[in-house]
């Protein structure tokens, strides 16, 4: 499930370039630079039905901020909120993922302490340069669980020495998007998948994107199979493991 207290962003990172934000409010002549606060969904995970019950159920995993950045500067002023709302529901799981992980310091709560239970934090490393630069800050922050999302995934990426800490509870990794989409090497993602294994780290393949290469041949996958097939290529892979 996803929660977009505030939408729209900048582009800060090679993975952004393709940016299905962008590409989405395009086909509606809206700008995605100006980041706006939710008329509707603000409080989504405080709505209720008319039953009385939590429009989000209780045990629901949702990622916020899935069409901006939950640590961009102009949600500065709104974040407290959004910090009391997830306080609210500890009986929901947050997943919040950033490309700005060097603001966490200046945008957690008073109370944060060793982190909210309910809140795993995760940063993307696209590619290795990106990964060096915040997977250590991941690695020095507090929080309850620690992802770090390959995605899109541009090139092979090398996390060994960050897994070898003991500190990252998953790697998922996914390629792009649409028809700009740069290829998503199936040898990258078996490549993580093996450091995974190494150090015992939690392993995901969440999408192929749409231009998937196997076994040296691309293939053009649909966007509504590109989960599927990612689930295939995780199957095939638990089999050459097996
Ligand atoms: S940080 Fe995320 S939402 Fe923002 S431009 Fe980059 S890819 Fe898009």
Redesign the pocket.
Known sequence: MLWSPWHG?????P??LN?Y??YQDKRYEKDSSVVTRSKTNFNLPLKKDRAGNYKIASGSEVATCF???FFIEEADAWRGEVWEIIKKRPDVKFLICT?RIERFESCIPADWGEGYDNVAIAVTGECQIKADERVPILLNIKAKKKFIFVSPILEEVNLEKYLASGKIDMVSVGGESYSNARPCNFDWVKDIKRQCDKYGVEFDFHQTGSNFIMNGKTYKIKHRDEYSQAKKGEKLLQNIQD
């Open positions: 962003c900048h582009k800060c990172s993975g952004c940016c934000v962008f069409t901006s950045d490309k």
